[in-house]
């Protein structure tokens, strides 16, 4: 509930500050999980063209629904998938400017160094420790954890104690800084964070988690600069540190 409300409360702001916004300003949207990406590209931006980019992060579908509603967006970054086919249908973005652009990947990190760790065995990681995952319900990185698990015999309800389930792949974070878990299943893009453990967990029977960047409804001002941006060296570097792949056009 708690992320649910702070991102309402952040849109709130988005719809009394937009007008504020200049139109010299860039505004962007994306997932939580692009956050440090998306900001660190925005000053490389802002260094080059001097735009200054405002970045506001939500939920994929809760993004779409405030431009719907009118809030000031010029791009979006957003998970690929049924709610950006269905955005494009409804002409929330424009279709004829959505590219695939990112893909992320799942991680188990832990605040423990491991032997096991070259192994890559899910199962004999995890034995005998508290492992945290995102909510399955509103977190792609939850729905992919709660499927890696079942392959390694590992039932996620609450008759098992021995995973503990975060509001998101940040909460996943929270849950070991705080202690409340020796491990985590988050995105590598939250891995990226100062962990003891890092191990990349495997996608095989699984689609990838790809991103799309599209203009939106009812931009300000002329997005394909920055969008063009998005595929220069120093902007996929920035991606690249903060644990994303570029797909290539």
């Not at 695939?100 to 899910?122: C, F, H, W, Y």
Request: glycine share 6%; charged share 20%; hydrophobic share 50%.
């Amino acid at each position: 509930m708690r992320i649910f409300i702070s991102a309402i409360l952040l849109w709130v702001a988005v719809l009394l500050t937009s007008p504020v916004a200049q139109a010299r300003d860039l505004v962007v949207y994306g997932e939580p999980t692009l956050e440090k990406a998306l900001r660190a590209v925005g000053t490389l931006w802002q260094a080059r063209s001097g735009t200054r980019v405002n970045v506001f992060v939500a939920p994929t579908g809760l993004s779409y629904a405030q431009i719907d509603r009118g809030a000031r967006c010029d791009v979006i970054f957003a998970l690929a998938g049924t709610a950006t086919d269905d955005a494009a249908r409804n002409k929330i973005i424009h279709a004829d400017t959505l590219r695939p652009i990112l893909r992320n990947g799942l991680a188990l990190v832990g605040t423990e160094a491991s032997s096991d760790a070259s192994s890559g065995d899910l199962a004999r990681l995890i034995a005998g420790k508290r492992l945290a995952i995102a909510d399955p319900e509103r977190d792609v990185a939850g729905t992919r954890a709660v499927d890696l698990l079942r392959k390694v015999g590992v039932t996620v309800d609450d008759s098992n104690k021995s995973v503990a389930v975060a509001e998101s792949s940040a909460g996943v974070v929270s849950f070991l800084s705080t202690n409340k878990a020796q491990l985590g299943i988050v995105y590598a893009t939250d891995a990226a964070a100062d962990f003891k453990l890092t191990v990349a967990l495997p996608t095989t029977g699984q689609p990838p988690i790809e991103y799309i960047v599209a203009k939106a409804r009812d931009p300000a001002l002329d997005t394909a600069p920055f969008v063009k941006f998005l595929t220069s060296p120093e902007a996929k570097a920035a991606f690249k540190s903060a644990g994303l792949a570029a797909i290539d056009e």
